[in-house]
T-cell receptor, first 108, second 114 residues
């Protein structure tokens, strides 16, 4: 079993809608969780980090963490065409393990 | 600020050839990483260096060697390239291995092995 699993996608949403991305992880002792955005042909860039159970909001992005269920999610509200990218979930077990990514396309 | 600099950006090799990917960071980071990215596979860790003078294997180390030349530089060597090593390679660094430190990525190297 891969350490970090993401919903496979691709995910297509209309402009203005909410995009919901999910991630599960296998190491119950993991403490830090990150969401990176990667545009085609570019390197990943950090958009959210979360360390405690509950929600963390930053602009149109909300990260949710449930350590008991070993689950972390990312919501993108009011999706824009510029949000079209691949979103990578990462879990810090010192090495920082990444999921396979979910590709999001926002339809104008 | 240059951040993390990788060279080359593109490379084509023939099977059996060798090459070294170079990575340097100017942020005084202790930890450095090499990842490869294949379609549908996300980022997979090849090797990492928690601090100058140390290196450790990641998820997919076979066929690669690394050198942490000094605090700034971390190189990845392919001794005998194989088509399975065709991939995009990313170097990354962060201040240290603490769990809440974010990674800074280089711009990537597109490697094709024919």
């Amino acid at each position: 079993q891969k350490e970090v699993e993401q919903n496979s996608g691709p995910l297509s949403v209309p402009e203005g809608a909410i995009a919901s991305l999910n991630c599960t992880y296998s190491d119950r002792g993991s403490q830090s969780f990150f969401w990176y955005r990667q545009y085609s042909g570019k390197s990943p860039e950090l958009i959210m980090s979360i360390y405690s159970n509950g929600d963390k909001e930053d602009g149109r992005f909300t990260a949710q963490l449930n350590k008991a269920s070993q689950y972390v999610s990312l919501l993108i509200r009011d999706s824009q065409p510029s949000d079209s990218a691949t979103y990578l979930c990462a879990v810090n077990d010192y090495k920082l393990s990444f999921g396979a990514g979910t590709t999001v396309t926002v339809r104008a | 600020n240059a951040g993390v600099t990788q060279t080359p950006k593109f490379q084509v090799l023939k099977t059996g050839q060798s090459m070294t990917l170079q990575c340097a960071q100017d942020m005084n980071h202790n930890s450095m990483y090499w990842y490869r990215q294949d379609p549908g596979m996300g980022l997979r860790l090849i090797y990492y260096s928690a601090s100058e003078g140390t290196t450790d294997k990641g998820e997919v180390p076979n066929g690669y060697n690394v050198s942490r030349l000094n605090k700034r530089e971390f190189s990845l060597r392919l001794e005998s390239a194989a088509p399975s090593q065709t991939s995009v390679y990313f170097c990354a660094s962060r201040k240290d291995g603490a769990t809440n430190e974010k990674l800074f990525f280089g711009s990537g190297t597109q490697l094709s092995v024919l």
